[in-house]
């Protein structure tokens, strides 16, 4: 489980590696606040609840890491820790539910516009899943 | 893409034939010189180039101008006509931050004078446009009056105060798209653009204080009110989280549609409708409400501005310090336009990512005053280097879709920037050039570091040697404010 910043020429580009799908939209979260530089307040620990549907698992992962993005800029929230399950068997495709564990934000020193599409494939390796996602800044 | 696929047309013009790839719908073409190209050959801007000829209905060719760099889905840098209105809009072709662009204000105030006195502007500039990560606007309005906002865009600031109507006259479409509709905007959205409507925001977007260095067009530049050796003000800056979000919704929920409508792109970043859909007129109706937020955005920025340089300047200077209007003009933006194609007029939407309108002489589009000397083109350098103000040619309208370049174009990955930068050197090294630098965050300066970019004469030069363009005036920054 880990990730990696990598070449991008305008924007930033992360690759990501985890057993699993809950995992790696985990990992995904942690080194897009590792890229924009997120500290959190320690002191408070805050809770937010998450619900989302998406037909495939890329489109998962971009939804998962907008909502962050939104959290982030309209509660001045971001999470380090994630109780996530993910059912693959709804009539929408996936469905995740599951709880995002965080705090304010004390410092932030890049802002990023969007979580894109870009080549993204979720790939299975022998190790698990791999994806490469480009972030708009 | 190695370069042997490429055709050489001229110095400055290359093609990629349709036969490059099977799945092309038109062919490619770049303007650039071999120098240029031979710097972007590593990254993925022609394969981007390349992708976009595959949207339904895309006429051809798609044009790339000489900043280009690799964007995502497709390049930054790029021109791509659909025919309306059956052919597709791509949101991602117009990119998250819509109706990105700049602003030109020019004074009277003479660089010399103002010398003494450009800390204190730098400074004002910076208390009185917001900026950096997740910055509050100046104003913050309430969801009925920022519906007005996203229907009539810079017209809103007129009825505040906020405007005069030179400034509207001087602003592409007179700050005001036409058939945007609020309701197709999500409440996420209008709750991010509540909150930040009249700031400027962090990443590449800054305002900027000029000395207008040199005159090429002095007819151009007198009806401009550009003055050599005066004081001229940039403003760059775009729709916020606004326009971000909007993209984020469309490109979401378009990735339905393409299934739909039987679509298959190379890339999901490009993801499309066709524009007489439902999916495409929601889009087209959001996006243009994005674009009008962010014409109120940058006129709210120039009010901030005038502010700084009337509480500088105007108990030292009588009428100087007025910060006239040059033009106001978007980079990213997709709009529907006639163009002229082998005898035909043709309806197209033009999607232009990182790329500037660039309406020659006689355009119905350009106020009376630009009538005679084609619609002025902003191209910002990069930090503590010159920035151009062109003027649209006859050439633009027949060879690329009424467009030019947008601005130097990045040539370092931020990551190597901020290997190679360190912000408060480089901060130190401008202030040693003369150049007043406020900026949020170092790291930030770091990234958009002059290293960072191509060298945007080299840009300019391409260009306006491919008649695309003609040079009206260079600048020269003499203050910095970034996010």
């Known amino acids: ?137 | 893409m190695e370069l042997k696929h490429l055709r050489k047309i001229s110095d400055y013009e290359w093609e990629i034939p349709q036969s490059y790839r099977h799945d092309m719908r038109a062919s490619v073409r770049i303007f650039a010189t071999r120098r240029l190209l031979e710097q972007i050959a590593d990254d993925q801007s022609l394969e981007q180039a390349v992708n976009a000829t595959t949207l339904p209905g895309v006429v051809s060719p798609v044009v790339v101008m000489p900043d280009m760099h690799q964007g995502y889905g497709f390049p930054i840098g790029g021109v791509a006509a659909t025919a309306y209105p059956h052919g597709v809009i791509s949101p991602g072709a117009i990119g998250y931050d819509i109706n990105c662009g700049v602003r030109l204000l020019a004074s009277s105030i003479e660089y010399e004078a103002a010398l003494p006195y450009l800390d204190t502007l730098a400074t004002l500039l910076n208390a009185y446009c917001p900026s950096g990560v997740g910055s509050e606007g100046v104003v913050r309005v309430q969801v009925e009056e920022l519906n007005k906002i996203l229907r009539v865009g810079a017209r809103w600031a007129l009825k505040r105060g906020y405007a005069t109507e030179e400034d509207l006259e001087r602003t592409e479409e007179g700050g005001k798209l036409e058939d945007a509709d609020p309701s197709q905007v999500s409440e996420r959205a209008k709750q991010r653009g509540r909150e930040q409507i009249g700031s400027l925001g962090a990443g590449n977007h800054f305002i900027e204080v000029d000395v207008v260095e040199q005159i090429f067009y002095p007819e151009a530049a007198q009806a401009m009110g550009l003055q050599e050796g005066c004081l001229a003000v940039q403003i760059h800056c775009g729709s916020r989280g606004l326009g971000h979000q909007i993209c984020t919704d469309y490109v979401q929920s378009f990735q339905h549609a393409v299934h739909k409508y039987g679509i298959h792109l190379p890339d999901r970043e490009l993801v499309c409708a066709p524009m007489d859909s439902p999916e495409g007129k929601a889009y087209m109706a959001a996006m243009r409400a994005a674009a009008n937020f962010a014409f109120a955005n940058r006129q709210l920025l120039a009010h901030s501005a005038r502010r700084a340089f009337e509480e500088t300047f105007a108990s030292r200077f009588k009428k100087e310090w007025r910060l006239r209007q040059v033009y106001d003009i978007a980079h990213n933006m997709g709009k529907l336009e006639t163009h002229a194609r082998e005898g035909q007029r043709l309806r197209v939407c033009v999607h232009r990512k990182g790329a500037t309108r660039a309406f020659g002489p006689g355009s119905p589009e350009l106020p009376a005053e630009y009538q005679d000397i084609g619609q002025p083109v902003l191209v910002p350098g990069s930090m503590g280097t010159a920035s151009w103000v062109l003027v649209g040619t006859e050439a633009s309208m027949e060879r690329s879709w009424g467009s030019t370049c947008h601005g130097a174009g990045r040539v370092l990955s931020r990551a190597k920037a901020k290997k190679q930068v360190r912000g408060e050197r480089l901060r130190e090294e401008l202030e040693a050039h003369g150049v007043k630098v406020r900026a949020g965050s170092m790291s930030g300066l770091a990234e958009e570091a002059p290293q960072a970019y191509k060298d945007v004469d080299m840009v300019v030069e391409t260009v306006t040697h491919a008649g695309i363009a003609r040079k009206v005036a260079r600048l020269r920054p003499v203050a910095v404010i970034k996010g």
């Open chain 1, 1 to 137: 489980m880990g990730y990696e910043e990598i070449e991008h020429t305008a924007d930033w580009a992360l690759r990501v590696w985890a057993l699993n799908l809950p995992e790696l939209l985990s990992e995904a979260a942690r080194g897009m606040n590792a890229l924009a530089g997120v500290k959190l307040n320690t002191a408070n620990r805050a809770l937010r609840p998450i619900h989302l549907t998406a037909p495939d698992a890329e489109s998962l992962l971009v939804a998962f890491l907008s909502e962050l993005l939104y959290l982030a800029e309209q509660e001045n929230l971001a999470f380090d820790s994630f109780d996530l399950t993910i059912d693959a068997k709804t009539q929408d495709g996936l469905q995740l539910d599951g709880v995002l564990h965080g705090a304010s934000i004390a410092e932030i020193s890049k802002a990023i516009k969007a979580v894109t599409f870009h080549n993204l494939h979720i790939q299975k390796t022998p190790d698990g899943l791999e994806a490469t996602v480009v972030f708009d800044v």
